[in-house]
């Protein structure tokens, strides 16, 4: 393979694990740029959105392009290519085996074990529900609702991928089991059981990361990211409306 060719898809490859993992642009354009020039491309040109990476190298006269098919938010896979990025530069590693650990990274699972990630999501939503002036009655209740909502939101997005469909359903489950816990009793406030589970669904780092790119100036990033992030709330909030306008 001539190198430029090997420089080029080592680049797009770091940068597509990178954006799929949930990485604020200015982070993957410093990292992906830090690559190229420590592999010996200078004076490459790299464009990076949340749909796609162009990357050339000018005296070849042609680019690349590689497609951004999903996005998730997965941080330890964006610190492992920066650890891989900061080897290549101190010569630890070659660029043939850095592509070759980012292959292996890129067909690495992007998450924690299910039980694991609804473990946290229960952790977090019933701790937070207290937070916000629930009283431990709504405890249990928060976490069964937060199990549940995050259950079926795992299960869509991993055997349907249906974007935003997910959310829905999750909020509708969440606003039912809430409001069916305080009816038996064995809750207090249905509205702040709700609040406290839908807490692992709110999309926080997109939201962040639009605000980060925006003031980067990577305006179609940043926009991009906060209408998918302005969707997914829509999604949750519609879910819970329905809940409500029917119960």
């Known amino acids: ?10 680049v797009l490859l770091a940068g ?29 040109k790299i464009f990076e959105t949340t749909t796609g990476i162009v990357m050339s ?26 650890d891989l990025s900061r080897a290549f530069q101190a010569k630890t ?24 990630q609804i473990l946290a999501a229960v ?9 916000y002036g629930a009283c431990w009655q709504d405890f249990v209740p928060t976490m069964l609702a937060s199990a549940v909502g995050y259950f ?10 249906f974007r935003f469909v997910s959310e829905f359903v999750a909020a509708v489950v969440i606003g039912l089991t809430s409001i069916w816990m305080v009816k038996l009793g064995f809750g207090v406030n249905a509205g702040l059981i709700i ?17 980060r790119d925006l003031l980067a100036g990577h305006i179609l990033s940043g926009l991009a990211r906060g209408t998918e992030a302005l969707l997914v709330a829509g999604a949750l909030g519609l879910g819970i409306a329905v809940v409500f306008r029917f119960m």
């Open 16 to 44: 597509k694990i990178m954006i799929e993992s949930g990485a604020d642009m200015t982070r993957v354009d410093d990292t992906l740029k830090r690559i190229a020039a420590n592999a010996g491309a200078e004076d490459a």
């Open 195 to 211: 609040v406290g589970a839908l807490m692992p669904l709110v999309p926080g780092v997109p939201i962040t990361n639009s605000v």
């Open 57 to 82: 190298i000018p005296h070849k006269k042609r680019a690349q392009v590689e497609t951004i098919e999903k996005r998730t938010i997965n941080l330890g896979k964006v610190a492992q290519v920066n």
């Open 93 to 116: 590693i070659s660029l043939v085996e850095m592509k070759e650990e980012l292959l292996k990274l890129c067909d690495a699972p992007a998450f924690f074990a299910m039980w694991w």
């Open 123 to 131: 952790i977090v939503s019933s701790t937070l529900a207290v937070m």
């Open 152 to 161: 079926l939101f795992y299960f869509i997005n991993k055997n349907f991928k």
């Open 1 to 10: 393979m001539d190198e430029n060719d090997l420089v080029v898809e080592t």
